[in-house]
């Protein structure tokens, strides 16, 4: 049976009628603010920031600003059903949580509260590589439910194929790879404060549990911290991989394998030919290239490209229900949400996180009904314009 995510607006009115309002903002723009005062500068900063002077995440608001629904009257959206099917799965909503690393910067609760509260709301949580939890962990927090796992791409091959064991045996299924962060981008706010979070230990949970990793090190981690940090920076990506290498990932991975960060409609293709079933077109949430084209501009080229072949998901500046409408207008099955869950993490821990999940489902749920449509089919470039003022 469909879920009927727009009820979560009547449960919100009625415990109101006891005096009860919600705990966090339903307005999901909000959230970032209220982390800047509540968590310290360093870890808001990383969380929040972008590379260079933030022109990308800038851009990314703006192509959604943009485009502006139409929506048609009249049209039976009594019923409604918001399921998907991506990469050979039934998604109950177009929606999965984005690889997010170093989540115990935001609460201590870390990657396990973010992957229940994603299993309690039946979306998909996709595991970093640069979780600050080990992913056998994570895989036992979160029960039956849907489990993908994101891979930073390592210089040494059998750290890689190492993780390609781990996650198969801890049962994720799907594989996310990421392709646009082969080196960290300039982040101004980061520098600025000289923070970041793996010098504190942060987000090296897979790599500091990983035989293959730790047979990298001269010395035992407790024996030379800050060596092993230095180490898992320099290999934890590569920068001089190419598309023939994919072979190999192919080779090691038998489920679905979707590539993140893909922004030109012919890496979209190169994608399809080596074997791929999705891409994720994504500019990081503009942490990685200043000035890249936004990704909701980027989207409808790579949906020509290869929207028949391969699955196409969309993430970077997703805030409300009517930005997942947009992309899903612009051709994109599906799309992740980065930091807004993680600043529901960081403000109410699993609680906050699921808070995150049902607003935006059921402002999205909303905005289809109030739109005119019962579920995602319907939805298409034709329920847009373009403001051009
Ligand atoms: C704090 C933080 C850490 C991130 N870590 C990863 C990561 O480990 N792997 C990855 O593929 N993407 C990572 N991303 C990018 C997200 O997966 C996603 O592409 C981005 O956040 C989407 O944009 P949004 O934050 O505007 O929703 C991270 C993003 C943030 C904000
Ligand atoms: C080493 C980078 C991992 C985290 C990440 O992807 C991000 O901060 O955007």
Not at 347 to 352: N, R, S, T, V, Y
Request: hydrophobic share 45%.
């Amino acid at each position: 049976m469909a879920k009927h995510w727009a009820d979560f607006q009547y449960e919100i009115y009625l415990n109101g009628m006891t005096g009860a309002v919600p705990r966090l903002p339903t307005d999901l723009t909000r959230l970032e603010e209220l982390t800047e005062q509540r968590l310290g500068p360093g870890p808001v900063g990383y969380v929040a920031g972008s590379a260079g002077n933030g022109s990308t995440a800038r851009a990314n608001r703006a192509a959604l600003d943009r485009r502006r629904i139409v929506p048609r009257m009249l049209r039976d959206v009594h019923e409604r059903d918001l399921s998907v099917e991506v990469l050979g799965r039934t998604l109950p909503a177009p929606l999965a949580l984005a690889p997010v690393g170093v989540l115990s910067i935001m609460h201590p609760d870390a990657e396990p509260a973010a992957a229940r509260a994603a299993a309690a709301q039946s979306v998909p949580f996709i595991l970093s590589s640069a979780s600050s939890t080990p992913m056998e962990q994570v895989a036992e927090a979160m029960g039956d439910a849907e489990r993908w796992f994101q891979l930073y791409w390592a210089k040494d091959r059998e750290v890689t194929r190492s993780f390609l064991e781990r996650a198969k045996a801890s049962g994720f299924s799907v594989l996310v790879v990421t392709l646009d962060t082969p080196l960290l981008a300039w982040r101004p706010r980061d520098l600025d404060q000289a923070y970041l979070p793996f010098l504190h230990g942060v987000g090296t949970a897979n790599y500091f549990s990983d035989p293959a990793f730790l047979s990298g090190l001269a010395k035992p981690v407790h024996e030379d911290p800050n060596a092993a940090v230095l180490h898992f920076v320099g290999m934890f990506a590569d920068p001089g991989k190419t598309w023939p290498d994919l072979a190999f990932l192919r080779e090691n991975w038998d489920g679905p394998i979707v590539l993140k960060g893909v922004l030109h409609p012919d890496d979209a293709r190169r994608a399809a030919e080596a074997g791929m079933d999705g891409v994720v077109v994504s500019n990081h949430g503009g942490r990685q290239v200043a000035g890249s084209v936004a990704a909701a501009d980027a989207l409808p080229g790579v949906v020509d490209a290869v929207g028949d072949r391969l699955d196409v998901l969309f993430d970077s500046g997703v805030r409300t229900g009517d930005d997942v409408f947009k992309a899903l207008a612009l051709g994109a099955r599906a799309v992740l949400l980065g930091r807004p869950y993680a600043y529901g993490l960081g403000l109410d821990g699993q609680a906050g996180v699921e808070h995150v999940i049902r607003c935006l489902l059921a402002e999205f749920d909303l905005t289809l009904a109030l739109s005119g449509h019962a579920g995602p089919a319907t939805v298409g470039v034709a329920d847009l314009v373009e403001d051009t003022a």
